[in-house]
């Protein structure tokens, strides 16, 4: 669905999170419904230069994620010190749309843009294409200029509502165009994020 979250703990201080693209890029729809071309087993690319790395979770941040860990476990859990098994005994809030103000698991949404469809050239010159939510181009969804219009405004909106929340600077960075630095809004782009929050809010 969209709004189904994977995580992995690849160590005792970082964790790999999947998020859905149609999620990140339109958090404003209803999150039970399936996501585009929802198959679940399928031959993958995806843009390496765009995972985004980079972010520090605060204390309370990690006791949420231990305690979705625990609460979806189905029967084993496991900590390297004893009282980290039990994250409910110090964690802030564990009400599930108020871990992390209701965007704990998400991505920085000013690293993901609209657009995304992949092509390939082999060799022997037959060509590839797939849409960014993986369809062919003979299927229904590869172009569907509806749900671009409407995710994108709902990007927008959720990067002015990101960066109201969480300030100029970004919150993770990707390897984008070469980057390896955590990028800011200067602060005519913080203006142009609130004129379009002005926009929802009138």
């Known amino acids: 669905m969209h709004a189904t979250h994977t995580y992995f703990p690849l160590s005792i201080d970082k964790v790999l999170i999947f998020t859905n693209l149609?999620?990140?890029?339109?958090?404003?729809?209803?999150?039970?419904?399936?996501?585009?071309?929802?198959n679940f087993f399928?031959?993958?690319?995806f843009n390496f230069t765009e995972i985004q790395i980079?972010?520090?979770?605060?204390?309370?941040?990690?006791?949420?994620?231990n305690l979705i860990t625990k609460r979806r476990a189905f029967r084993y859990i496991?900590?390297?010190?004893?009282?980290?098994?039990?994250p409910e005994k110090r964690v802030s809030t564990d009400h599930w749309k108020k871990l992390g103000d209701g965007l704990l698991?998400?991505?920085?949404?000013?690293?993901?843009?609209?657009?995304?469809?992949?092509?390939?050239?082999?060799?022997?010159g037959h060509v590839e294409a797939f849409?960014?939510?993986?369809?062919k181009p003979w299927q229904k969804g590869f172009k569907d200029k509806e749900r671009d219009?409407?995710?994108?405004?709902?990007?927008?909106?959720?990067q002015a509502e990101w960066a109201m929340k969480k300030g100029?600077?970004?919150?993770?960075?990707?390897?984008?165009?070469?980057?390896?630095?955590?990028?800011?809004?200067?602060?005519?782009?913080?203006?142009h994020r609130k004129r379009i929050l002005k926009k929802y809010r009138s």
Do not use: C
């Open 78 to 86: 496991a900590a390297a010190e004893r009282e980290w098994l039990y």
């Open 131 to 135: 849409s960014e939510y993986g369809h």
């Open 22 to 38: 149609s999620w990140v890029r339109n958090p404003y729809q209803n999150e039970q419904k399936f996501r585009p071309n929802p």
């Open 149 to 158: 219009r409407r995710d994108g405004d709902a990007l927008y909106r959720f």
């Open 54 to 65: 980079g972010r520090k979770l605060s204390e309370d941040e990690v006791l949420q994620i």
């Open 42 to 45: 399928r031959d993958t690319m």
């Open 105 to 124: 698991l998400m991505p920085e949404p000013r690293l993901v843009v609209m657009g995304g469809e992949t092509m390939i050239r082999y060799e022997n």
């Open 168 to 191: 100029p600077k970004y919150t993770a960075y990707n390897h984008d165009f070469g980057r390896s630095d955590l990028r800011e809004d200067s602060a005519d782009m913080m203006e």
